[in-house]
């Protein structure tokens, strides 16, 4: 092997290593991400998964000089809009299904709550929500959330400050 290859060769690993501690350090705060945006667990693994595939590929092109928990928060942010994509379009085509109400007592009112959240935020459109949930779940600040969603921090502003209103002003009515 020449000298260069071997180079090349010990450049990939290194990378390969910073991605793994990458992996390590991000993958909860990015399944909790992508659990907030999509409804089923094994769906919000695939999103995570696929977004590591994602951010790998870019990270070798790139030769690590991508900023990583970034890249791959927008992997993941746009592997969850294409996965609701597709689940809009096939629910268009299945036979309406009869949902069963089920009944809210004591102990399960902090979780319809919780749901009745997650179900408002769901609703929110898709700048709005990816801005809340980067912000009030995963604590990131503003020049974090701008950095990912590849918009200023005034914009960022802006939705977090439209999609408050707009959760409160639903949550209130739903009372």
């Not at 030769?63 to 379009?89: C, D, E, K, M, Y």
């Not at 929500?129 to 974090?144: G, K, M, N, Q, S």
């Amino acid at each position: 092997m020449t000298t260069m290859a071997v180079r090349a060769k010990g450049a990939v690993v290194e990378a390969d290593h910073e991605l793994l501690e990458l992996y390590m350090s991000e993958y909860p705060s990015l399944l909790r991400l992508a659990s907030l945006l999509v409804d089923d667990r094994a769906s919000c693994e695939d999103v995570v998964q696929e977004a590591f595939a994602r951010t790998l590929v870019a990270w070798r092109r790139s030769r690590g000089r991508i900023n990583g928990p970034a890249f791959v928060r927008s992997a993941v942010l746009n592997g969850a809009r294409s996965r609701l994509r597709r689940r809009t379009v096939a629910r268009k085509y299945e036979p309406m299904l009869v949902q069963t109400q089920r009944t809210t007592t004591a102990d399960d009112a902090g979780v319809a709550d919780h749901e009745a959240i997650v179900a408002e935020l769901r609703r929110l459109p898709d700048r709005q929500r990816e801005a809340v949930v980067l912000r009030y779940f995963l604590d990131l600040p503003e020049a974090e959330i701008a950095e990912t969603l590849g918009i200023s921090p005034g914009s960022v502003k802006t939705h977090l400050h439209r999609a408050l209103a707009s959760l409160a002003r639903r949550l209130e009515n739903d009372r």
